[in-house]
């Protein structure tokens, strides 16, 4: 069985420009728009000899603007990302070095935690910054070293998904 691999994150982080790469399709749609993957993406990748399912998810966008209140990932998320989540052997959880670290990127990071999978964070779009510095404050979202990578430009993708998938 191939590992299964989910992105989850903010949007406009940069989650479909990563599960394009990875997959090297056009399948998601990358937009400026913030929300604009409706539903769960499924593609294929491979690292190495190893291949894995990529899942893209936009739903959290789509939860927020009906957010009603309350902080729970189920608040968060609709149906569709918790459904990925729950087929994840593995979470890749990608936040934006540009905005930097905000208080959904904690609530987030705090619910993941809670699933008691392996979670990675990525730290998007660092291309041209002194990636170890840039990256550091996401420390604080207590899910161990935060990656540094570059989906538009192919940075450190290779190394994050090795650490993603070798525990598995
Ligand atoms: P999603 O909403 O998380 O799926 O984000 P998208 O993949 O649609 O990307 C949102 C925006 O960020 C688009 O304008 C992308 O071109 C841009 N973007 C994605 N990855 C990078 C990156 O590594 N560096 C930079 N500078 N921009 C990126
Ligand atoms: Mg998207």
């Not at 990127?105 to 002194?130: S, W």
Request: no cysteine.
């Amino acid at each position: 069985m191939k590992p299964v691999v989910v992105i989850v994150g903010r949007p406009n982080v940069g989650k479909s420009t990563l599960f394009n790469r990875l997959t090297r399709s056009r399948a998601a749609i990358v937009a400026d728009e913030p929300g604009v993957t409706r539903d769960r993406q499924y593609g294929d990748g491979v690292i190495g000899d190893r291949p894995y399912h990529v899942v893209d998810t936009g739903g959290i966008a789509q939860a927020l603007s009906e957010r009603k209140g309350g902080d729970a990932l189920r608040e968060l998320m609709t149906a569709q990302v918790r459904e990925a989540l729950a087929e994840a052997d593995a979470i890749l959880f990608l936040v934006d070095v540009r905005e930097g670290l905000n208080a959904l990127d904690r609530e987030i990071a705090g619910d993941l935690r809670r699933l008691g999978k392996p979670v990675t964070l990525a730290v998007n779009k660092a291309e041209g910054m002194d990636r170890a510095n840039a990256a550091a404050e996401f420390h604080a979202l207590g899910l161990g070293d935060p990656w540094p990578v570059s989906s538009a430009h192919g940075e450190g993708i290779s190394d994050l998904m090795a650490h993603v998938l070798a525990p598995l």
